[in-house]
């Protein structure tokens, strides 16, 4: 399955963006989706993900600002970030794990200027 990434850009502290991944095929029975980041000099890290159980996971600096959602007829997945801060600058990458491989997107690039 390709992925692309979407929805990145410069905004100022305190601001929202929606990040969006599409996906080259149904994603209705890919269970196990989320996004990741990394920051320069930094390693990628989980920023958000379904899990198996399809509960959600957060990382604890996106808890209570970032929400993770799918439209698995859109074969999108989104990531709605708000009160944005400096340090979510990053390099944000979608990624969806199925039985045979876990798949990346090209990331998407978000600049938070304070």
């Known amino acids: 399955v390709q992925l692309q990434a979407s929805g990145g850009g410069l905004v100022q502290a305190g601001g929202s963006l929606r990040l969006s991944c599409a996906a080259s095929r149904s994603i209705s029975r890919i269970n196990v989706m989320g996004w990741y980041r990394q920051a320069p000099g930094k390693q990628r890290e989980l920023a958000a993900a379904f899990t198996t159980s399809g509960s959600t996971n957060y990382a604890d600096s996106a808890k209570g600002r970032f929400t993770i959602s799918r439209d698995n007829a859109k074969n999108t997945m989104y990531l709605q970030m708000n009160s944005l801060k400096p340090e979510d600058t990053a390099v944000y990458y979608c990624?969806?794990?199925?039985?045979?491989?876990?798949?990346w997107g090209q990331g998407t690039l978000v600049t938070v200027s304070s």
């Open positions: 990624a969806a794990r199925t039985v045979v491989d876990t798949y």
